[in-house]
């Protein structure tokens, strides 16, 4: 039963994210909270479609509806390509969980442009497992996926991701769960009803690859304003 949970608790990890209560910045280790800095946020604009996305034929349905806006609008990234660096378990038999991520990025490549970098560099998303043997400690979920946002040297509003994903024994939930995960970095911030996309909230049998769906709320997604990628105001200086 073990592997059916993951996506689960994955869904609670969200949902805890997404609740707007103190739980919500807890989950997110260093990121600044806006809201009690004062911080003025910028306005939220419309960013040009990717053209990875924009040429995509457009048909059929979406599940844009569960996906959730963030305080700053839109989980969207606005500078391409965004950098993914996946970081080498210290437990990887065959190198499964590896190939599993690189395989995961590749899949998600065909609709945003994404590049692997170096794990010592900084990157925009950061994949990593964790080791089976933490398994029985407390507070351990399976597949996760959190945000924190920063503000650069440029002082424009940014956000980057960290994907935690648990090796198991059987390749193919690996892949699903890094997936599923990276489909949540790149921006549906929600799940799917429908156990034939790849961001349904349960695990299933026989994890579908991205659907027609899965890219269709990704485009609508993109098509949404944020203020991620927008200067700060500048501060005006008291009396
Ligand atoms: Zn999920």
Known sequence: ??????????????????????????????TPNLRRQNIQLPPAVHYPLPPSLAEIPRKGEDYFDNVQPVEVGYLLWTQFPVTVAIE??????????????????????????????DPSRPADIRLLSQRPTDQNKRRVRSAETTYELFVDSQGVLR??????????????FVLAALRHE??????????????????????????????????????????????????????????
Not at 161 to 171: D, H, L
Request: proline share 11%; charged share 15%.
């Open 88 to 117: 080498p378990p210290q437990w990887d038999p065959n190198h499964v969980w590896q190939a599993a991520a690189a395989q995961a990025v590749a899949e998600w490549s065909a609709y945003l442009p994404l590049e692997i970098v």
């Open 159 to 172: 956000h980057r991701c960290r994907v935690v994903v648990r090796p198991t024994q059987a390749p193919k």
């Open 1 to 30: 039963m073990k592997r059916w949970w993951w996506f689960l608790v994955c869904m609670v990890a969200l949902g805890l994210m997404l609740g707007g209560t103190q739980g919500n910045w807890q989950s997110l280790a260093g």
């Open 182 to 239: 990276l489909g949540h970095a790149l921006g549906i911030w929600g799940h799917s009803p429908l156990p034939t996309d790849a961001l349904y909230f349960a695990q299933v049998a026989d994890p579908p690859p991205i659907s027609q769906r899965d890219v269709n709320t990704l485009r609508r997604v993109y098509e949404q304003p944020t203020r991620l990628g927008q200067r700060l105001p500048e501060l005006t200086p008291h009396g």
